[in-house]
């Protein structure tokens, strides 16, 4: 169980560095205004509108994976502990009940003071 937590968690990481990083490579709204104006987007590697669509869908699929994986721990970390060892030390410990006759003596009190009012020591 702890193989597929871990290998799910290293599936969530690096696919959300590389959704991180294609959001960051993605142009903004605004960088089609420029493009009109001589900006070279047909030079650019994947055409003039290739790049965008294909930068969109993979952001979306690294999302999905990204997802998927965030529901799959969520899961697995809701899942009980089995009884094989793991769980909490205090689940081990035998209760001893406790009977009058084993319990300590009572303390008895000391007796009040005179004259109704308790005295500060030093006083």
Partial sequence: MNV?????????????????????????KGADAGAAFGGGASASLFGASGGANFLSRSTAVLATVFLATTLALAFLGYQRPQAS??????????????????????????????????QIPGQ
């Fill in 4 to 28: 597929v937590f871990t290998l799910l968690t290293v599936v969530q990481v690096l696919s959300a560095l590389a959704m991180i990083g294609l959001v960051l490579m993605q142009h903004g």
């Fill in 85 to 118: 060892g793991s769980g909490s030390v205090l689940e081990s410990v035998p209760v001893v009940p406790v009977t009058p006759d084993a319990a300590a003596p009572a303390v008895p009190a000391a007796p009040a003071p005179a004259g109704g009012a308790a």
